[in-house]
């Protein structure tokens, strides 16, 4: 079965932090996602990656940015943590694009992060 | 832009029935569709995903099916459980290397 790791799954930070959010994935698997999850707003895509150091802006970048230095890892970075980014935050990944192989997308368990 | 809806937000059912999720898509070159299930507080579970050859997938009590030319999914589950109770999503994959497009999700509640 794959895996995909969040390290935390609650966190709380103070605002003006920089904060790092990790995911592993252990099925050599090429796209990594990160989203927010908010009630009445579903899910919402930051940034995803299709292969390592490659990376892309999703619906809503604006104040994270994201690193991916190793084909397993994808980091969600909050350069200076602000109150509204209080969310639910998900990792996802998948064997390569839905359309190529059907490739199903797994996610992780999720991060709750609050920012006070 | 492509959109994915579910209606409704929410269902109550009591336990035993048979019940449709409804999943509506605006663009017909969709390539497959995804259906997630999500307990409260956790990530998303991969539950089906059907090609666009493919009209229907089955897995256990779930059975989802697939119609592009009136742009709908639906997940069937059969004599539902109170376990059944979750938030279930379905998402779109389009032509084109692109994310997933994803409906807001239907919040289930099987009463015991």
């Known amino acids: 079965d794959v895996k995909v790791t969040q390290s935390s799954r609650y966190l709380v930070k103070r605002t003006g932090e920089k904060v790092f959010l990790e995911c592993v994935q252990d099925?050599?698997?090429?796209?990594m996602f990160w989203y927010r999850q908010d009630p009445g707003l579903g899910l919402r895509l930051i940034y995803f990656s299709y292969d390592v150091k490659m990376k892309e802006k999703g619906d809503i970048p604006e104040g994270y940015s994201v690193s991916r230095e190793k084909k397993e890892r994808f980091s969600l970075i909050l350069e200076s943590a602000s109150t509204n980014q209080t969310s639910m935050y998900l990792c996802a990944s998948s064997l390569g694009w839905q359309i190529v192989d059907n490739s199903p997308l797994h996610f992780g368990n999720g991060t709750r992060l609050t920012v006070t | 832009k492509q959109e994915v809806t579910q209606i409704p937000a929410a269902l109550s059912v009591p336990e035993g029935e048979n019940l449709v999720l409804n999943c509506s898509f605006t663009?017909?070159?969709?390539?497959?569709l995804q259906w997630f299930r999500q307990d409260p507080g956790k990530g998303l579970t991969s539950l089906l995903l059907?090609?666009?050859?493919?009209r229907e997938q089955t897995s256990g009590r779930l059975n989802a099916s697939l119609d592009k030319s009136s742009g709908r999914s639906t997940l069937y589950i059969a004599a539902s459980q109170p376990g059944d109770s979750a938030t279930y999503l379905c998402a779109g994959a389009y032509v084109g290397n692109t994310p997933l497009v994803f409906g807001k999700g239907t919040r289930l509640s099987v009463i015991a």
């Open positions: 099925m050599d698997h090429e796209n």
């Open positions: 663009d017909s070159a969709i390539y497959n």
């Open positions: 059907i090609q666009s050859s493919q």
